[in-house]
């Protein structure tokens, strides 16, 4: 899932072994359900638009989305080869059109303005903090002019229990490589991208820290 400048990924659940148990963990430690919605509400897809579901795991997100929004186009990109294959059963099982390709997050293999949007949730943490910025970079590249970028993942501690809770996430990943998310420092990295009316809209307490919303657009300039 996580691409390095070796162009290697960590598994979605940091160990292969845990691949198959990723859904029940994140169901059950994230408030997925409630974040995931209130992501897809900021979203906003529209019938018609070009959706790219970046880090997409087991394909949760991109499934949500299409069902929400009839007509909308949604591709998920992961670089985790075992974990695409749960979400192309996922995807077979519910009788979904979503695409998945296997990818890295720095490197996508699409054209440039290809997307009306990109969703990403619970992937930003995995990737350092030189990944992160060639990430979205990526994300301009592939976003059309006026297209939206909104993010869930963990964020700066709203309190000192969040901030306890969320230690169990940094040993897990790495304290370097989920610095920039602890600290509050994804909306300046999407500034720093080049993106435009970069805001954080929410926050939810969770078992395992804050996770945040973030939104930011490209320029509609071109």
């Not at 845990?18 to 859904?23: G, K, N, Q, R, V």
């Not at 790219?52 to 949604?74: N, Q």
């Amino acid at each position: 899932m996580t691409a390095t400048k070796e162009q290697r990924y960590i598994p979605a659940a940091r160990f292969s072994a845990l691949t198959p148990l990723f859904d029940p963990l994140v169901r059950f430690t994230t408030r997925e359900r409630t974040f995931k919605r209130r992501l897809l509400e900021r979203a906003a897809a529209r019938p018609g638009e070009d959706v790219l579901d970046l880090g997409a795991g087991t394909g949760t997100l991109a499934l949500m989305l299409e069902a929400a929004v009839p007509g909308v186009a949604v591709t998920g990109l992961d670089a985790d080869a075992e974990i695409l294959d749960l979400a192309r059963g996922k995807a077979a099982a519910s009788r979904s059109t979503v695409e998945f390709v296997e990818a890295f997050s720095n490197a996508m293999p699409f054209d440039d303005e290809s997307f009306d949007l990109i969703v990403s949730t619970l992937f930003f943490h995995h990737l350092d903090g030189e990944v992160k910025r060639a990430t979205l970079g990526e994300c301009v590249r592939v976003l059309r002019p006026g297209g939206r970028l909104v993010v869930g993942d963990w964020g700066r501690p709203s309190d000192p229990l969040m901030a306890a809770l969320f230690v169990q996430v940094r040993a897990l990943d790495g304290f370097g490589v989920t610095a920039d998310n602890a600290h509050g420092r994804l909306p300046l990295l999407f500034e720093q991208a080049g993106l435009e009316a970069v805001r954080t809209t929410d926050q939810f307490r969770t078992p395992l820290g804050t996770i945040a919303l973030y939104t930011g657009r490209r320029s509609g300039d071109g």
